[in-house]
């Protein structure tokens, strides 16, 4: 980040796989990092990955931007959306979810436009794409917004795009590495024989291992691409349930089962918005990010990034 030296950047989160790795690599870079900590046991996990916990509400622009100027921020990285863009999903706050995309995003902003930050990355997802029946799609494709989340996801994007700090979109895969918690809930489920929700088998979904991810974020900070959004992907788009299956095959275990209701019960059993997640079906396309930000996937499918992730396990184990 040569022309970006010396960047304070906010996160929005601080103790998920995304924000401690790319903490973990800004602080390493020469950057100062602050990240949003719930709580002392938070707090101590930011400080431990080089970073300065700080503790505002994500819901109150003015306690935001009292937070930007105490840290003299350059940048905010929109992280905290990234804890429902995980699957399986394992009962995940929707409301919670959707608030934040909505009020969290209106509330980033206005707090932006008060400091002196320069740059926000905001990052989205690909699932918005909803169902095109598998085919490949680029960042030009209609969204899906007739879920509430999905709505809200997309008006936020706009949101970003049309605010007055400058600012780039990167709609990501399911993220998943050794330290994600969806990774460690599938394999605690696995262990359990536990069946998932796991969708139709011909669903294409897209993936991006996390360091994969912090790596696309690290390169729009550096070429700050203004009004832009990326596709953020592997190149190996395939439904959850094959990615649980050979997830199960390399960590040794049984395949988990599906969980296949009658669709009168899932219906009524299911979060309007899981539904609309296990129905979206689309191949991103990264192209455009490839171009642009000259990123370049290090694990290039998700054999790839899962057989990453049981190394790291087996190193630490």
Same mark, same amino acid.
């Given at each position: 980040?040569? $022309?970006?030296?010396?960047?304070?950047?906010?996160?929005?989160?601080?103790?998920?796989?995304?924000?401690? %790795?790319?903490?973990?690599?800004?602080?390493?870079?020469?950057?100062?990092?602050?990240?949003?900590?719930?709580?002392?046991? #938070?707090?101590?996990?930011?400080?431990?990955?080089?970073?300065?916990?700080?503790?505002?509400?994500?819901?109150?622009?003015?306690? *935001?931007?009292?937070?930007?100027?105490?840290?003299?921020?350059? /940048?905010?990285?929109?992280?905290?959306?990234? =804890?429902?863009?995980?699957?399986?999903?394992?009962?995940?706050?929707?409301?919670?979810?959707?608030?934040?995309?909505?009020?969290?995003?209106?509330?980033?902003? #206005?707090?932006? /436009?008060?400091?002196?930050?320069?740059?926000?990355? &905001?990052?989205?997802?690909?699932?918005?794409?909803?169902? +095109?029946?598998?085919?490949?799609?680029?960042?030009? /494709?209609?969204?899906?917004?007739?879920?509430?989340?999905?709505?809200?996801?997309? &008006?936020?994007?706009? @949101?970003?795009?049309?605010?007055?700090?400058?600012?780039?979109?990167?709609?990501?895969? &399911?993220?998943?590495?050794?330290?994600?918690?969806?990774? !460690? @809930? !599938?394999? %605690? =489920?696995?262990?359990?024989?536990?069946?998932?929700?796991?969708?139709? $088998?011909?669903?294409? @979904?897209?993936?991006?291992?996390?360091?994969?991810?912090?790596?696309?974020? +690290?390169?729009? !900070?550096?070429?700050?691409?203004? =009004? #832009?959004?990326?596709? *953020?992907?592997?190149?190996?788009?395939?439904?959850?349930? %094959?990615?649980?299956?050979?997830?199960? $095959?390399?960590?040794?275990?049984?395949?988990?089962?599906?969980?296949?209701?009658?669709?009168?019960?899932?219906?009524?059993?299911?979060?309007?918005?899981?539904?609309?997640?296990?129905?979206?079906?689309?191949?991103? +396309?990264?192209? +455009?990010?490839? $171009?642009?930000?000259?990123?370049?996937?290090?694990? @290039?499918?998700?054999?790839?990034?899962?057989?990453?992730?049981?190394?790291?396990?087996?190193?630490?184990?």
């Amino acid at each position: 980040m040569a $022309e970006n030296e010396g960047l304070s950047v906010f996160l929005t989160s601080g103790t998920d796989a995304l924000a401690r %790795e790319l903490t973990r690599q800004l602080v390493a870079e020469g950057h100062q990092v602050a990240s949003v900590a719930h709580g002392l046991d #938070e707090a101590a996990t930011i400080r431990e990955d080089g970073g300065l916990p700080v503790y505002c509400d994500v819901f109150r622009a003015g306690e *935001i931007a009292s937070t930007l100027r105490m840290i003299e921020a350059d /940048a905010i990285v929109n992280t905290a959306t990234q =804890g429902v863009n995980s699957f399986p999903p394992y009962k995940p706050d929707w409301d919670y979810y959707q608030r934040l995309l909505a009020e969290g995003t209106s509330a980033m902003l #206005e707090a932006a /436009a008060q400091t002196d930050v320069k740059y926000i990355v &905001h990052l989205s997802y690909t699932f918005l794409y909803g169902d +095109k029946h598998g085919e490949w799609v680029d960042e030009h /494709a209609s969204l899906e917004t007739d879920d509430a989340l999905f709505e809200a996801a997309a &008006h936020a994007e706009q @949101a970003v795009l049309a605010a007055e700090t400058p600012a780039c979109v990167l709609r990501a895969g &399911h993220n998943y590495g050794p330290n994600s918690g969806v990774m !460690l @809930a !599938l394999r %605690e =489920g696995l262990h359990n024989s536990s069946s998932l929700p796991l969708g139709d $088998e011909h669903q294409a @979904a897209n993936w991006v291992h996390t360091a994969d991810l912090v790596a696309a974020v +690290k390169l729009a !900070l550096e070429k700050q691409p203004q =009004g #832009e959004i990326f596709n *953020i992907a592997d190149e190996s788009p395939v439904s959850p349930g %094959e990615f649980a299956d050979y997830f199960a $095959e390399q960590f040794g275990v049984q395949k988990p089962g599906r969980q296949r209701l009658p669709s009168v019960f899932a219906q009524i059993m299911q979060a309007p918005s899981l539904r609309a997640l296990l129905a979206a079906s689309a191949k991103a +396309k990264t192209d +455009k990010a490839r $171009e642009v930000l000259g990123w370049q996937p290090q694990h @290039a499918s998700y054999h790839q990034g899962i057989e990453q992730a049981l190394l790291a396990w087996r190193a630490h184990s």
